[in-house]
């Protein structure tokens, strides 16, 4: 009666797939949980790996300017894989716009607040829905600057519009 014990997760696994399935899969989700690591803490709490095809890594962000600082950093974040990563060989990576995920936001939740005129936060959240606001023009506006409650977003989105504004 050998067949009546209690089988590891890991017996079970492998009556169904073979080794090197496992062991790719193991990779697949080391990589997934690596983002912060790859990226940093910071935009990992903004952004999350969605998916993996034909050589091109999909990462969605919670805000155009926080793609923005992932394209930036795209290169060396392309470097980083290919240096842990080899087996994936990816070649590019392409953003969108995207909900965060739950577990990313935990202890750094960031709120965008309506700006008193005095250029202060109301008592009042709003929502922001990235459909309807055109992401330029918000960015021209220095009022919307000043409802970013993340003051490190917010400063790095200042010198890019000054930048902008200087071209």
């Known amino acids: 009666m050998d067949d009546s014990r209690i089988k590891s997760a890991r017996e079970v696994l492998a009556a169904f797939f073979d080794e090197e399935k496992l062991r ?3 990779r697949y989700a080391e990589f997934f949980s690596s983002w912060k690591f790859l990226v940093g803490e910071q935009l990992a709490a903004h952004s999350h790996i969605a998916d993996i095809k ?7 962000a919670e805000h155009p300017g926080w793609i923005q600082l992932l394209q930036l950093r795209q290169t060396a974040i392309l470097d ?5 990563f080899p087996e994936f060989g990816l070649a590019s990576i392409a953003f969108r716009l ?3 995920r739950p577990e ?4 750094s ?3 965008l607040r309506g700006a ?5 936060a109301s008592d009042t959240d709003r929502t922001i829905d990235a459909a309807t606001v055109d992401p330029i023009e918000k960015l021209r506006s220095s009022r919307s600057l000043e409802t970013i409650a993340d003051p490190t977003l917010k400063a790095l989105l200042s010198n890019l519009k000054d930048t902008l504004e200087s071209e």
């Open 24 to 26: 790719r899969g193991g």
């Open 54 to 60: 034909n050589g091109v890594l999909l990462v969605e």
């Open 80 to 84: 980083g894989i290919a240096a842990r």
């Open 98 to 100: 995207g909900t965060p």
């Open 104 to 107: 990313a936001r935990s202890g």
């Open 109 to 111: 939740a960031q709120v």
């Open 116 to 120: 008193s005129a005095e250029g202060g």
